[in-house]
């Protein structure tokens, strides 16, 4: 199967699971720094979209499930992901930033 993945897809996929995991790790030290709620709701957020790109590639290629599960598998988790983070800032909006 991998050989029908163009090779700069698999590159952008590397990239996005990087700065996936890269982003996800800096909102939960941040969330942990400043014990904010809605920062470690990013952390979630961001964790679950880039869980599901992962799982997705490994459903895809490792476990022989059909691509178009593998899809709703990634899209599934990104809109969940997704979901998490519009939460995350309206747990924010309003309140006053602390110094």
Do not use: C
């Not at 895809?60 to 979901?83: K, M, P």
Request: hydrophobic share 55%; charged share 10%; aromatic share 6%.
């Amino acid at each position: 199967m991998i050989d029908s993945i163009p090779p700069v897809a698999i590159g952008f996929k590397t990239a996005t699971l990087l700065l996936g995991g890269l982003v996800t790790a800096l909102a939960a030290r941040a969330a942990l720094r400043t014990r904010s709620e809605g920062l470690a709701y990013l952390a979630t957020g961001f964790g679950v979209v880039t869980l599901g790109s992962l799982l997705a590639g490994v459903a895809d290629q490792l476990l022989s499930v059909g691509s178009g599960t593998a899809l709703v598998v990634e899209t599934a988790l990104t809109a969940v992901g997704f979901a998490v983070i519009a939460y995350s800032l309206l747990v924010t909006a309003g309140r006053e930033p602390t110094r």
